[in-house]
């Protein structure tokens, strides 16, 4: 699929683009692209896919997987939206860029998760480490809904050092859930004797 050019509402985007998701309202649209003009001072390129959210009524592009500060600068990697929450005021996301949040740390070499905010264009990393809000888990994540008010969010995750004290003797992907008003995560598929061990 090929979007607008900036500042031309019938010129197509330079690179290929995916329309990916839907806001409830149909007011925006989630891109998954590859092109370097859908607005101005942004860049991308085949090995730089980026997340956008596009708004139908205004046209107005927002670079969704930005560095920190700078609303038109794209993060490293690629990043993949996922999901709008139903008020459209969050977008869930994957990304392997390690510079999406200030201070972060990130060395998996792997998707992680995270969360866009419309209303302050901020981006909360969601698949991040017990001991640090900004610091990846140690292996990948890939993000899967979120709730109708952008409040929690569910994911699958091969990391074991997401929650305190967890013990994962199976090595393989668990289920788990970020409340974004603490930041919180708990591990969903928990053995049923413990909440720590999948």
Do not use: C
């Not at 985007?13 to 607005?39: F, H, I, K, Q, R």
């Not at 927002?62 to 999901?83: E, I, N």
């Not at 640090?132 to 109708?148: M, Q, Y």
């Amino acid at each position: 699929m090929r979007f607008s050019a900036f500042g031309s509402a019938a010129t197509t985007a330079n690179g290929s683009s995916w329309a990916m998701d839907l806001s409830a309202d149909g007011g925006s649209v989630a891109v998954y692209s590859s092109a370097t003009d859908l607005l101005p001072g942004a860049s991308g390129g085949p090995e730089s896919w980026q997340a956008y959210s596009i708004d139908r009524e205004t046209g107005l592009v927002s670079l969704v997987s930005h560095v920190p500060g700078s609303g038109t600068t794209p993060a490293g990697g690629q990043s993949h939206p996922v999901r709008f929450s139903q008020d459209g005021q969050t977008l869930l996301f994957s990304s392997t860029g390690s510079d999406l949040v200030a201070g972060g740390v990130d060395t998996n070499g792997y998707t992680d998760a995270f969360v866009w905010d419309r209303g302050t264009g901020e981006v909360t990393l969601v698949s991040h480490a017990a001991s640090s809000a900004t610091s990846a888990g140690n292996r990948e994540s890939t993000p899967k809904a979120v709730s109708a008010d952008g409040r929690f969010v569910t994911f699958e995750s091969r990391a074991t050092d997401l929650i305190p004290g967890e013990v994962d003797p199976h090595n393989e992907q668990d289920v788990f859930l970020w409340d974004r008003s603490t930041g919180a995560i708990t591990l969903v598929s928990h053995a049923h004797t413990s909440v720590t061990t999948p």
